[in-house]
């Protein structure tokens, strides 16, 4: 046997005493990678003929696919919203602090905007793989403008638009061009939205339903146009009633195209969702859940008051409101804290939580052949994680982006 690195000019790492978060299972077996890709051993050992150049000990840990946050509207001081001149800088200082947090891609969010707003920021937020200098961008989510006014929570109520006559232009003329946008929210029961629906997810954006009245007719006439995600579930919607349920009756939903999958989005911050709530949600339709932080700019900040767009937040504790206000606005809790939050409300598996930040996000994009996974062939995305689930370290391609300190001595 030789060692892989003599071969193929790229060494192979073979990481041990771990456990590999793989087909809804704990495995207690070895993780393989080379060339920022997941290796079959067996393919390595009886057809290569190699062994690996590399052995790290991983010292029982968990090793899961990187956790990727579909919706987030900032961070750290940067607003995703704000039109600045160098929205890519802004961007790049997220992207490398979440590291810590397990966090290996994710969608920036904009909320509502005016159109000169999405016309300087879109062009500036192109997608862009991750690496040791930060997470991956997998393309923008746009939540509004073009959702309920009863609805809109934190969103600015002056900035928000209807479908005209001419739905899909309006919105090319809201956004500009969408090279970069990767999903839409939008509240289905406005005038127009199939088609707008149709149109998008023809370009291949996601298209995802919230801040909006719709009853389940509406919602499931929606999904039938194309829809497959719900936004922040529970939240800016009407509440459940037992003789129209509205979107959240999506979850369990009778009358969805055969073979579709809703996926919808959950903010376990111990805030936005009462436990109970999110344990009716995993109940219902557990492959469905998808974690999001929904986080703000306030994010790893502190108390004080910040923006949001074009509002400002305050932040009380554990808490970000429109200022004056008591409207939640967006969350202050990074992605690790909200699987802790959610495994110990829910009761569910480690596993489960861990691939409702992982596997379902990339399963709703169409990357889970690439992300969310460790099946061979997958990129080397991935986080090493202590049994209470707090980050050890972060993998971007097979490459170490981030470790704790205690972890480095």
């Known amino acids: 046997m030789r060692s892989g690195k003599g071969a193929m000019c790229t060494p192979v790492l073979q990481f041990t005493n771990c456990r590999i978060l793989r087909g809804q299972k704990l495995l207690r077996e070895d993780l393989w990678v080379r060339g ?25 840990c968990i090793l899961a696919p990187g956790f990727i946050d579909v919706q987030i509207n900032g961070g750290f001081g940067v607003d995703f919203s704000q039109a600045t001149e160098d929205v890519g800088s802004g961007v790049a200082l997220v992207a490398r602090r979440l590291l810590p947090h397990g966090v290996t891609s994710f969608c920036p969010t904009l909320v509502t905007s005016p159109p000169e707003v999405y016309h300087k920021v879109l062009p500036q937020i192109p997608v862009k793989s991750g690496g040791p200098h930060g997470a991956g961008v997998l393309g923008v989510h746009l939540e509004g403008p073009f959702i309920s006014r009863e609805k809109r929570g934190a969103h600015p109520e002056a900035h928000l638009r209807s479908f005209e006559a001419n739905a ?15 999903i839409v929210t939008l509240a289905p029961e406005l005038d127009r939205s199939h088609e707008v629906i149709q149109a998008l997810t023809a370009r291949g954006i996601c298209v995802s339903l919230g801040h909006s009245v719709a009853n389940l007719r509406a919602a499931e006439e929606a999904v039938q146009s194309g829809a497959t995600f719900i936004t922040h579930l529970f939240n800016a919607m009407l509440p459940f009633h037992h003789r129209d349920p509205g979107i959240v009756g999506l979850l369990t939903s009778d009358r969805l195209p055969p073979g579709r999958h809703i996926f919808y989005g959950m903010i376990s911050d111990g805030m936005h969702t009462n436990p109970a709530a999110l344990r009716i949600a995993h109940r219902a339709h557990p492959q469905g859940l998808v974690l999001v932080t929904d986080a703000v700019p306030a994010l790893g900040l502190g108390n004080g008051r910040h923006t949001l767009g074009q509002q400002e937040v305050e932040v009380d504790g554990l808490t970000a409101y ?22 110990q409300a829910t009761g569910c598996s480690i596993e489960s939580a861990l691939e409702a930040a992982s596997l379902h996000p990339a399963q709703l994009l169409g990357l889970e052949k690439r992300k969310g996974t460790l099946d061979f062939g997958a990129d080397a995305d991935f986080v090493v994680l202590d049994d209470s689930l ?14 704790a300190d205690e972890a480095k001595q």
């Open 36 to 60: 920022g890709r997941i290796l079959d051993p067996e393919r390595l050992f009886f057809e290569e003929r190699l062994v690996a150049d590399e052995q790290r000990d991983c010292g029982g």
């Open 322 to 343: 429109v200022a004056g206000t008591k409207t939640l606005s967006g969350s202050i809790a990074p992605m690790d804290v909200c699987i802790r939050h959610f495994l």
């Open 390 to 403: 707090h980050v050890r370290a972060t993998y971007i391609s097979g490459e170490l982006v981030w470790q």
């Open 168 to 182: 899909f232009h309006d919105v090319l003329a809201t956004y500009g061009p969408l090279d970069n946008v990767r």
